[in-house]
């Protein structure tokens, strides 16, 4: 899996080039006071100092990180690995080849430049991407150092060795480096996923006292507008009773007042119904499909099992609120037609999305019969799958039950 780029990395790398450009340039114009313009002794230091500032100018060049893409931060650590490699075997190359202690100490000297490439790589790649570092940065140095050497002794062997100690070094602080950004990473997605779960039970801590709220105000209006109402109707229709019926204008009267206090009862009722919270609300969607699977089996003597996963992953709204309407739907559908012993609800969730599926051993049907889809009011479990862009299977066939099936996956962009 790709990694995105910290910034951090790329500020460091940007500030070790710089480091490098400012170290190389001084030690260049000590060079130029202390020997002149002598070439030869000049020349591995004006060469860094040229190489670190090119790759300071890549590492700070916008346009080429649009570009390049995927292949910016690699090309640049590959570039800050080449160059030491190559500087250390021309050295090993030059005079005094055959000191031993001379050659050792020109195989260490890029050691602590080429620790900064090794740590980015760990960084940002894995242990493989390490390895591959790793044989690219040793493996010339033993072959120039295998070809330099006559043959091995007591005192070549620590030469030959060089190489090898410089791996193995290299592969612990890699695997350090990799294990302390794992579980730096690792840290922060358990943060992420807590401070989601936080702000989870924040919002149903809200909705919770909201819908207590609702409750509450509903319930007042019930104890007093809705009950002022109906008594004034019931006042009312007594005082119609004692008014004389040739009495046309009260008559008249009482009637608008009637329908008047009737009409506003129905809607201090509609109100009300708004008002107050849905088991779903209430609840929350495993809760509430539980209790309509008990109220189907309180009312029939079905045996109604239930499966729900915990914790239920976070849905939209419309979707909970349709899982529920299919659920009551189907299981409404059982106990007026299936004359069935037993029936299951289960809800199943993935990484992908949420299955429902409302199943029986009742007496079974031909979907494919005529009237069908409308004998087990498929149709409105169809519009409601539809609504939510999911997809409902009903299977069923006489003598063997009846299973819906409900699929919902979030779209992904």
Sequence with gaps: MKRQTEPTLMYMFRYFCGVAVVYFAILWIYAIISTGWLWKTQI??????TFYGLLLGYLSWRWLERH???LYLPLGLALAAIFPVVSSLFSQLGPGQNEVLNVISRSWLWLPVLFVPLVLIAWQYNFRSVMVFIIFTNLPDLIVLLAVVDKITFETLTLVGVPVI???????????????????????RKLIQANVRLGQYANTLEQLATSRERNRLAS??????????????????????????????AQNMLDRALLTTRTGLDETRRALKALRAGPLDDLGLCLALRSLAETAAGRTGIQVTFECPQPL??????????????????????????????????????????????????????????????RFGLRGLRERAEYLGGQLTLTSQPGQGTVVDFRWEPEHD
């Design 220 to 249: 007042e209006l019930h104890d007093t507008l809705a009950h002022t109402l109906s008594g004034l109707a019931v006042n009312l229709e007594a005082i119609k009773t004692v008014v004389a019926p040739n009495n046309a204008e």
């Design 166 to 188: 410089r791996a193995f070094s290299f592969g612990m602080v890699g695997h350090i480096v990799i294990n302390l950004v794992e579980t730096q990473r690792d840290q922060r």
């Design 68 to 70: 390049l893409r995927n």
């Design 44 to 49: 591995q230091f004006w060469s860094s100092f």
């Design 313 to 374: 992953p976070a849905l939209p709204v419309d979707v909970e609120q349709n899982l529920y309407r299919i659920t009551q739907e189907a299981l409404e559908n059982i106990v007026r037609h299936a004359n069935a012993s037993h029936a299951a609800v289960r809800l199943e969730s993935d990484t992908a999305g949420i299955t429902l599926t409302v199943s029986d051993d009742g007496a079974g049907f031909d979907p494919a019969a005529p009237g069908g889809e409308n």
